[in-house]
């Protein structure tokens, strides 16, 4: 079997051609709110209800979800674009300030979870791996929200409408 050396372009075009839903991973720590695009947030297993996020090392958010010890992962409806916009570094706009724009509540943990969110998981940090600059990191399901709407979805680097 011959293999096909894959750079970073490739890689991350062939991953455009996977509709996937919009999600921010946010926590709390005694500084503020934090979070980030979190578009490899997936689930685990179900019982126990466990959540994967895998995260740059390079993101300001990683070390208060770490010490936070807790995650959200919020499932963005249609019109939150410009939330995903922020939490993409996108716009000049940084840290807690981004959570300014839209109306946040919590769950069990306090991590911020989008009050329109078609869904969100709280967890609790249960395991953070390292590999090739990226943490995954994996929590218990403890608490939920379930909303109402369409979701947001990525496509080619854009959203589908």
């Known amino acids: 079997m011959q ?7 490739l890689f991350w075009r062939t991953l455009g051609q996977r509709a996937i839903g919009s999600t921010i991973v946010t926590a709390r720590s005694n500084e503020g709110p934090a979070g980030f695009l979190g578009l490899s947030a997936t689930h685990v297993c179900a019982q126990p209800p466990l959540m994967l996020v895998s995260i740059d090392q390079r993101t300001s958010a990683l070390p208060v979800v770490l ?5 959200a992962i919020n499932f963005l409806p249609r019109e939150a674009s410009a939330i995903v ?4 570094g996108k716009t000049p ?14 769950l069990a943990t306090g991590a911020p979870v989008l009050t329109n969110a078609l869904g969100a998981m709280d967890c609790k940090l249960e395991e953070s791996l390292q ?3 990226i943490s995954i990191i994996i929590g218990r399901v403890v608490d939920v929200l379930i909303g109402e709407g369409r979701p947001l979805v990525h496509f080619r680097g854009g959203y589908l409408e």
Not at 93 to 106: L, P, Q, Y
């Open 67 to 71: 010490s936070a010890g807790h995650f």
């Open 93 to 106: 706009v940084k840290g807690a300030a981004r959570f300014e724009t839209a109306s946040w509540t919590a």
């Open 131 to 133: 590999r090739h600059g």
């Open 85 to 88: 916009d922020l939490f993409a």
């Open 3 to 9: 293999t096909r050396q894959i750079d970073t372009k």
